[in-house]
Every structure is written in C-alpha cells, then in structure tokens.
C-alpha cells in the first residue's frame, strides 16, 4: 500500500508553519533560547501544532496541552485577514543550481540538471501571466523571470541541511549577484537532499519565505521534466509557492496564504490548465495524467480573496479563469473594478458619466443588452490578443538578451 505520504497530490505547503515557527522565535524568549544551528522550527513545537497556531479557533485547542502552554504563555500570533495589506511581489525570480558537495557521500555533488532548471525557468515564464492576473485580485503585481541561472555550491557533511542554512546561503546569493530586495531567489531542491523544514519524507512540496530578500523553496521529485509536467515532479509545488510570494512577499503573517485554500494544504488541489498560447482552458481537481483535453502547462489554483482564510475554499472560489489584469488610476477605483470583474464573469455593466452602471433587468427602449454583450465579447478578445502580444514580445527580448550574451562568450 501507498502511504499517504508518497502520494504528489498530498504534498502540502509549509509556509505556513515555517512562518509561525519564525514569528514564535521573535515573541516567546523560552524557545528561542534552545533554538540551536541545525535545529529546525518544527523543534520548537510538532509540526502539526506550528502550522495552526495562527488560527484562533486552534488557539484553545494548543493551550489545553499544559506543555503547549507553558511555553507559549504570553505569546500572541497575528492573524492574517482576506485582504494584502502590504504591497504584492513587483520583481525578478531568479533560479539557483544550487550545488551539494556531501562530504560522507566521497564528496559527491548533487544538483538539480541544467536541462532540468531551464524547463523550470521555462515553466514559469508561461506561469507567471497567469499567475500575475489571479494575484491581481490581491493588488498590483509583477512577475518577470530571469532567464540565466545563478551557480552557487555548499558543502555539507551529510545529505541534510536546515532553512537557517538556506537562509544564510540565499543572502550570500543576493549579495554575490547584487541582487535587489525586490528580487527573489528560487532554490528548487535535488531528490536525496533533505531540507529538515520542508523534509519531502514528512509530505512537505515547499514553501516560501523571507531572508534579506524573498526566496522560494521547491522540492524536485523527479528528473527530466517537461514545461507540461504530467508525472506532477515540480510544477503545482512551483506555481504555489511563486503565487503566494507575489501575495505575500514578506512571509510575514500579514497577508494571507492564496493557494492553501485551493489545496494541497486544505482539499484536493485545483489546478487552472492553459493551451500553449496561455489560454485558460479549465479548472479541475483531476489530475494532469487523467484530464480528456490536450494543455501546455498548469498551475495550482488561487482562492478569491473572499475566501482567503478558509480551510478548504468553496469550489467556486478556487475554479475560475482568470481575472482581466487591467489597473487603472481613476478615482473611482473601486467601482472601475467592479467592471472590470464584470467583464469577466458577473453582471452586464456599462459606462456612465459618473462610472460603471449596470444594465438594468426587464424591457430596455433599445438593443442596450444586445450591444453592451457585444461589446464586452469584443473587450475581452482584444484584451486578450493584447497579453498574447505582450508575452511574444517578451519571449522575443530574453531570446535576443540570450543570443547576445551567447555571441559575446562566443568572442572572449
Ligand atoms: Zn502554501
């Protein structure tokens, strides 16, 4: 029998535990005294007490242990509301081949393959529209991905390392690459490496946090990937942690966390597939090996703010397509995006002298449906031909960026 364990579409995210393991070493003084290098933060407290700290109905449920008690007394975790408070991701992913020299293994190095990490950089320059255009429920967002890899080796005595060693390591990144705050470094993670805060043998896919500078941490559970990933070996991990950094780049328990919700962490996943223009095609929680249409590549789905706090979402609150990105500086901010919602899915909208007015129900004096549905129609192809546009061009420009960088190695 399979234990549950092994089973891909039960890997769950750990951020959120690993942010309550961070927020208890700055507020309760009794752990972070025995908080040792190579300790992890689930030796502060069992894991599964770590990932609900934060959600008060689980509060009375921990204080009932006299243990758990003890050593939280005094101790207060903030809650995360539906809404980002701070402002979203407005950056660049950078991908590391990060490279393990394990000492007791004769000094063998492990790393993930270059072919490997530049379909994962592949991968996420399809993800990253999408995912952008669900995060724009939050607020003003933006994703671009750098098409090199940064090189960086460690050497380790066994196979096993800890987030404050990836912490250190992704400053030491930052640094050497003069890499900006509103960077991000993304590690995806070897198989026989072990990550002690997000071990894969307790279940863990990733999760993302925050040193100098936000990072993403993704376990890799297979070799010779595809942008399509059907086998489920690192895509739904790394779109989940790439779309809950955009929305919370902190990681510091203000905003919410925007995939849970839509599984692995509280249901089944709901994945959103895209064709090979990055068309939306659906939302399931079938599996890629067992969807009845042709995709390019999927992501893990992204819960509407109204249900950013639930443990699972609702079904229609994780399977929808994706929000049109347009941000406007009218005054009427609000109500300008009440239209732009209602382009995608809701009630028939136009616009007045003073800002969107629905079309009321009943009779009208002329065809003011029929034209207003035409007209939506037309906005959303254009809208659309005008993303597809945009990514051409910016596939056309990395392609350009890397044939001159080519050119010049060429020279030298
Ligand atoms: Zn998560």
């Given at each position: 029998?399979?234990?549950?364990?092994?089973?891909?579409?039960?890997?769950?995210?750990?951020?959120?535990?690993?942010?309550?393991?961070?927020?208890?070493?700055?507020?309760?003084?009794?752990?972070?005294?025995?908080?040792?290098?190579?300790?992890?933060?689930?030796?502060?407290?069992?894991?599964?007490?770590?990932?609900?700290?934060?959600?008060?109905?689980?509060?009375?449920?921990?204080?009932?242990?006299?243990?758990?008690?003890?050593?939280?007394?005094?101790?207060?975790?903030?809650?995360?509301?539906?809404?980002?408070?701070?402002?979203?991701?407005?950056?660049?992913?950078?991908?590391?081949?990060?490279?393990?020299?394990?000492?007791?293994?004769?000094?063998?190095?492990?790393?993930?393959?270059?072919?490997?990490?530049?379909?994962?950089?592949?991968?996420?320059?399809?993800?990253?529209?999408?995912?952008?255009?669900?995060?724009?429920?939050?607020?003003?967002?933006?994703?671009?991905?750098?098409?090199?890899?940064?090189?960086?080796?460690?050497?380790?005595?066994?196979?096993?390392?800890?987030?404050?060693?990836?912490?250190?390591?992704?400053?030491?990144?930052?640094?050497?690459?003069?890499?900006?705050?509103?960077?991000?470094?993304?590690?995806?993670?070897?198989?026989?490496?072990?990550?002690?805060?997000?071990?894969?043998?307790?279940?863990?896919?990733?999760?993302?946090?925050?040193?100098?500078?936000?990072?993403?941490?993704?376990?890799?559970?297979?070799?010779?990937?595809?942008?399509?990933?059907?086998?489920?070996?690192?895509?739904?991990?790394?779109?989940?942690?790439?779309?809950?950094?955009?929305?919370?780049?902190?990681?510091?328990?203000?905003?919410?966390?925007?995939?849970?919700?839509?599984?692995?962490?509280?249901?089944?996943?709901?994945?959103?597939?895209?064709?090979?223009?990055?068309?939306?095609?659906?939302?399931?929680q079938t599996m890629p090996q067992s969807v009845n249409f042709q995709y390019a590549f999927y992501i893990n789905g992204i819960v509407q703010p109204a249900s950013a706090t639930a443990c699972p979402a609702p079904a229609n609150a994780c399977d929808y397509s994706p929000p049109l990105r347009l941000w406007v500086n009218w005054n009427k901010y609000e109500i300008w995006n009440w239209l732009i919602g209602s382009l995608?899915?809701?009630?028939?909208?136009?616009?007045?002298?003073?800002?969107?007015?629905?079309?009321?129900?009943?009779?009208?004096?002329?065809?003011?449906?029929?034209?207003?549905?035409?007209?939506?129609?037309?906005?959303?192809?254009?809208?659309?031909?005008?993303?597809?546009?945009?990514?051409?061009?910016?596939?056309?420009?990395?392609?350009?960026?890397?044939?001159?960088?080519?050119?010049?190695?060429?020279?030298?």
């Open positions: 029998m399979t234990h549950p364990k092994d089973s891909p579409a039960l890997r769950v995210c750990s951020t959120r535990q690993i942010k309550n393991g961070k927020h208890l070493l700055q507020v309760a003084p009794r752990l972070r005294e025995n908080f040792k290098p190579g300790d992890r933060y689930g030796d502060l407290l069992p894991e599964s007490v770590l990932a609900h700290l934060h959600k008060p109905e689980a509060w009375a449920a921990i204080q009932s242990s006299p243990e758990h008690a003890k050593l939280l007394k005094g101790v207060k975790l903030p809650t995360s509301g539906n809404a980002a408070t701070d402002p979203l991701f407005k950056g660049i992913l950078h991908f590391v081949e990060m490279q393990f020299k394990i000492q007791n293994q004769g000094n063998n190095v492990v790393a993930v393959s270059n072919a490997d990490l530049s379909t994962a950089i592949d991968y996420s320059i399809d993800a990253a529209t999408p995912i952008s255009e669900y995060s724009s429920l939050y607020g003003t967002n933006s994703i671009a991905i750098s098409p090199t890899t940064i090189t960086y080796g460690v050497t380790l005595s066994d196979n096993i390392f800890t987030d404050q060693d990836l912490q250190d390591w992704v400053n030491k990144i930052a640094a050497n690459n003069n890499l900006p705050t509103s960077a991000c470094v993304v590690v995806l993670c070897p198989q026989g490496v072990i990550n002690r805060d997000g071990d894969p043998g307790n279940g863990i896919g990733g999760y993302h946090s925050m040193a100098n500078l936000p990072y993403i941490f993704v376990n890799v559970f297979g070799q010779n990937l595809t942008v399509a990933d059907a086998p489920f070996y690192y895509a739904q991990i790394l779109s989940h942690e790439i779309a809950e950094m955009v929305v919370d780049p902190l990681a510091n328990a203000v905003n919410p966390e925007v995939c849970d919700p839509c599984g692995p962490n509280c249901q089944t996943v709901f994945l959103d597939y895209f064709d090979a223009t990055g068309n939306y095609i659906s939302t399931t995608a899915d809701g009630p028939l909208w136009v616009i007045g002298p003073h800002g969107p007015v629905p079309v009321p129900p009943g009779p009208l004096p002329f065809d003011a449906r029929e034209r207003a549905e035409r007209v939506r129609a037309n906005i959303i192809e254009s809208i659309r031909e005008l993303e597809l546009i945009g990514t051409e061009l910016t596939r056309e420009k990395l392609i350009g960026a890397l044939e001159k960088r080519s050119q010049k190695k060429g020279k030298a």
